[in-house]
């Protein structure tokens, strides 16, 4: 809700950059008073985006307890989720919370690589803006300071949400080489401290990145995703 909500000010506040561009000096109050608004919309998009830092962080917490519920049949989050694993016939244990987190893993490198391209097509766009709306006329120092804190937002969330990828791929990939090893010694025993510090990283890597994964992306890429989820369970051997 929030990430939503910061995304609607961005676009109210590019609107408003993009109209000043085409006003000319005759209209300097209507100029100073969509600037005014402008800065009203900028800081209202920086507030909701940490906002949902915070609530991010409070909900990992949650999450994280289900994780750990699922993977050992625990009751510490109080309210199990249900259907959000699809490992159910596995039995509890180190081995079934390394398939959980190889299973999140996956779909968290899938949606994340998926939302890249978009995070920095927003950066260039609102740059563009903002150097064409600061060419135009003389802006005050506040108001520059206040229009370029946009950009400077969004390029942050672009750096952020590429570097978790890179970072969230690598996990995958490090569940890849362990159940290969897995599959090719017949057993998954004494891999206990290696599951465990894979897993580390991957909630360390989501606490750091607090990115929302797009729900839009997830469902319409949900069916194909399973399907080579599945494909991977039958490769490994995961039952």
């Known amino acids: 809700m929030f990430t939503k909500a910061s995304d609607v000010f961005i676009y109210l506040s590019s609107a408003v950059s993009i109209s000043l561009i085409f006003l000319n000096p005759p209209y300097d109050k209507l100029i100073s008073v969509l600037n005014a608004v402008n800065c009203v919309f900028i800081v209202i998009a920086v507030f909701f985006d940490q906002v949902y ?3 991010f962080f409070e909900a990992g917490k949650a999450k994280r307890l289900d994780f750990i519920d699922n993977s050992f049949n625990t009751d510490f989050s109080g309210a199990k989720s249900q259907g959000y694993f699809s490992n159910e016939n596995i039995s509890t244990g180190f081995y079934k919370m390394a398939v ?3 299973e999140n893993s996956f779909f968290s490198s899938q949606v994340s690589s998926r939302m890249i391209a ?9 740059v563009l803006i903002f150097v064409f709306n600061a060419a135009m006329g ?5 108001n520059l300071l206040f229009q370029l804190s946009l950009p400077i937002l969004l390029l942050q969330q672009a750096i952020r949400i590429t570097l978790f990828y890179t970072r969230i791929n690598a996990i995958y990939q490090s569940f890849l080489r362990l159940f290969n090893d897995f599959k090719q010694n017949g057993t998954n025993k004494n891999e206990d401290p290696e599951i465990l510090k894979i897993v ?3 909630q360390t890597t989501l606490s750091w990145g607090a990115i929302p994964l797009s729900d839009k992306i997830f469902k319409k890429n949900n069916a194909q995703l399973s399907r080579k989820w599945n494909e991977l369970k039958a490769n490994y ?3």
Do not use: A, P
């Open 53 to 55: 830092n915070y609530i």
């Open 118 to 126: 978009w995070s920095w097509v927003k950066v260039v766009l609102i």
């Open 237 to 239: 051997n995961i039952q």
């Open 200 to 202: 580390l990283d991957y």
């Open 138 to 142: 003389e802006k005050g120092v506040v």
């Open 100 to 102: 959980n987190c190889f």
